[in-house]
């Protein structure tokens, strides 16, 4: 990158983001807690709720057309084959593959034809259908790193082939709808900003690291990751991107955007997750050109659409506070609640808790044998 690229004390953001001040304190105290401490008020309330509205797995049919509703071991290909028209069309093309136990070369050169098929070139992005928070994404650049991601997934594995963004701002936008309203909301919103490194002529990735101050910090999340690299030298004014999945358990870093949530974005989103056959509550992934286009509900790509499990991401905001955080957890969670009690008196039935223990494991399974996300 160039030099005239690094602005607020050398903090690299992607041409078309605000500026990112990294002032401060680099992270809530909160920010990297084990889930089970933060979704305890979360299982509390469910359990009351639960008792309130007997059910136990109604936020499962929150978005009743989806097994589950998302929440957990459903394929992110089970909710986007559903896409018809301007949301089809805005979603990054995409196709699902079965890896196998056979050679990489000839799995690759199958791949390569339905590359063709789906008018897609190197590079492109290759993620897992079950998983969550990153887990398993891949940057694909060219036809010897296909091969080697091959043979990385585990056999019976189904990983979506998509396109690469042509932009790199990002942004998590939730959305929700109640079934008896004409129109749904966006409820929360938040950038999502790539770490860098910016290198001096003189220091290795590794002491890049060890000097930045969020990096340092979290430098576990980086060092594993490239391994083979820790010992470059990063030239004068150039930059090094720690990461490529816009992951918050992964090291992006996320800034509560709440403020610029406009009357023709949300209006824009409406009309593109009404174009889902009863779609309620999720997250959008979303790549955009400048934050102005986005504001005006133009100029961007989904690249994926993430259902019940879903987090607002602005609690992840290092400013954010504790109770505002746990409070939005606990709006979403008895949204989904209400979600699902209208569904079933319209006629939907909660799945069985069998059926819920089941996903759960395949899920944790195939996770554990995923590679290591880029």
């Known amino acids: 990158m160039p030099e005239n690229d690094l602005v607020d004390n050398d903090i690299y953001v992607a041409p078309g983001m605000p500026p990112l001040d990294m002032s401060g304190k680099q992270t809530s105290f909160f920010e990297f807690w084990p889930a089970w401490a933060m979704y305890f008020p979360v299982v509390v309330q469910s359990l009351a709720m639960a008792l309130r509205y007997r059910s136990l797995m109604l936020p499962l ?145 590794r002491q890049l690291i060890a000097q930045d101050r969020r990096a340092g910090e979290l430098s576990h999340l980086y060092l594993q990751r490239h391994e083979a690299s820790l010992g470059k030298v990063i030239d004068q004014g150039e930059t090094f991107r720690l990461i490529f999945a816009a992951s918050h358990s992964r090291g992006a870093i996320f800034r509560d955007a709440n403020d610029e949530i406009s009357a023709a974005m949300t209006t824009k989103v409406d009309q593109l997750m009404q174009q889902l056959p009863e779609f309620y509550y999720g997250r959008l992934d979303i790549k955009f050109r400048d934050l102005d286009s986005l504001k005006n509900g133009e100029n961007f790509e989904i690249v994926e659409i993430n259902c019940a499990s879903s987090e607002s991401l602005h609690i992840w905001d290092r400013r954010a506070k504790f109770s505002d955080a746990i409070r939005s957890l606990l709006f979403q969670y008895k949204t989904l609640f209400l979600l699902g009690a209208e569904n079933r008196r319209r006629g939907y039935r909660p799945p069985r808790f069998l059926t819920l223990l089941r996903a759960w494991k395949k899920e944790r399974q195939l996770t554990r044998l995923y590679p290591e996300t880029d």
């Open 61 to 205: 049919i929150a978005n009743p057309k989806i097994p589950l509703s998302g929440m957990v071991g459903v394929g992110k290909s089970e909710l986007m084959s559903q896409a018809r028209g301007e949301c089809d069309a805005a979603i990054l093309s995409w196709f699902l593959f079965e890896v196998t136990a056979s050679h990489a070369g000839d799995q690759a050169a199958v791949i390569e034809r339905r590359m063709l098929d789906h008018q897609l070139t190197y590079p492109l992005v290759c993620k897992p259908d079950i998983g969550c928070r990153g887990v398993g994404v891949k940057l694909v650049n060219n036809r010897s790193e296909l091969e080697g991601v091959l043979r990385d997934f585990p056999a019976q594995a189904n990983v979506i082939f998509q396109r690469l963004a042509q932009w790199e701002p990002e942004a998590g936008v939730f959305y929700v709808r109640h079934p008896q309203e004409s129109e749904g909301r966006i409820i929360s919103m938040a950038l999502k900003y790539m770490p860098y490194v910016a290198g001096d002529g003189k220091s290795t990735l």
